[in-house]
């Protein structure tokens, strides 16, 4: 190989290693949810945000709590309630009798891991003074502009629309996650293991963190340059392309959906141990990054029923679209 190609491949290790790591760590607290587990560290690895979505009592602030615990990194749960307030969030100015003058107050975003609790339970002004801050790593107050912390993730819980007291997510918040989790309940042997587990000790309390912030920041950066060939590139614009004519969704997935498509897929690829993204990469992920994006046709409601539906058409289009032209390795790789 030659040294860049080298470079790649020690990286991909190196990648697949930590998040070894932390999946292991995290299913100390989370039993039985592998994939669930997984998919949290690839959208931790690809720099991104994630929606955990589902009933209360599953385990969705327990998996947000477990996957900043394996991190030793800053970390604020911020409890999103009817009167919370935008600059509970973002922070504000508050002048100071001392100096005359006005000093800003940062508020709970500025930290690397942003535990959002029942984030739908919070007005739509309030929910939407994350925006910018989860699109650009960024809060801008009274005309100045301040860099939050790198990494920085979001990790939200939500309760279906069903359940009393919660707004929807606006279509643009829901567009900056780059994807979205339920948990579902655990198998009977899960269950029963929890119980005997919890009724001991506490799981979440006997966690060490596995890796760094630094480190996270360092890997999420090399997985941004994990190769990607043309094809795969092509085949990431026409599932999501296919997303905006189908007669099953009025609301296709966004030019945003295939960026964020491509970076998890390169998370996986990395995570697998390979310096090159596969078609199965961008498959495997499909669901989870595109189904919250997207509108079904016909008003169908509910957690099982909008989300269900968007769920069938993303897999019908999975089995749709073909994938052209994708020989496997990266050129020059062997």
């Known amino acids: 190989m030659h040294r860049t190609e080298t470079h790649r491949a020690s990286t991909a290790t190196e990648v697949a290693e930590t998040a070894e790591a932390v999946c292991r760590a995290v299913s100390t607290v989370i039993a039985g949810k592998d994939e669930q587990v997984r998919t949290a560290v690839t959208v931790l690895l690809a720099g991104g945000h994630l929606l955990l979505e589902d009933v209360p009592g599953v385990g969705k602030t327990m998996l ?3 996957l900043a615990g394996a991190i030793d990194a800053t970390v604020r749960r911020v409890q999103f309630t009817p009167d919370l307030l935008p600059s509970d969030i973002t922070g504000i100015s508050v002048f100071n009798q001392e100096n005359r003058s006005f000093e800003f107050r940062p508020g709970a975003v500025f930290t690397n891991l942003v535990i959002g609790d029942e984030i739908n339970r919070a007005s739509p ?3 939407s ?4 801050a989860m699109e650009e790593g960024q809060v801008t107050t009274d005309g100045v502009s301040r860099p939050l912390p790198r990494p920085f993730m ?6 279906p629309l069903e359940m009393e007291g919660t707004y929807p997510l606006p279509e643009a918040q829901r567009d900056r996650f780059m994807a979205r989790l339920s948990m579902g309940y655990p198998t009977a042997d899960a269950e029963t293991a929890m119980l005997a587990a919890h009724g001991e000790h506490r799981p979440l309390r006997d966690l060490s963190p596995v890796t760094d912030a630094t480190t996270v920041e360092q890997l999420v950066e090399s997985v941004r340059h994990l190769h990607a060939g043309e094809a795969v590139q092509r085949y990431v614009v026409e599932l999501v392309r296919a997303t905006r004519t189908s007669s099953g969704l ?46 079904p046709a016909g008003g169908a409601g509910g957690l099982g029923g909008a989300h269900g539906a968007a769920v069938d058409v993303i897999e019908t289009l999975l089995a749709q679209v073909p994938v052209v032209g994708v020989t496997g390795r990266r050129p020059g790789s062997r």
């Open 250 to 295: 009025r609301l296709g997935a966004s030019p945003r959906a295939g960026l964020h498509l491509l970076r998890a897929a390169r998370a996986r690829a990395a995570m697998s141990g390979r310096d090159h993204v596969l078609p199965d990469d961008v498959q495997q992920l499909a669901v989870p990054v595109l189904a919250h994006r997207v509108l």
């Open 154 to 159: 979001v990790l939200a819980t939500q309760n």
């Open 64 to 66: 947000a709590k477990a």
């Open 125 to 127: 002004k309030t929910q």
């Open 129 to 132: 003074a994350l925006l910018e």
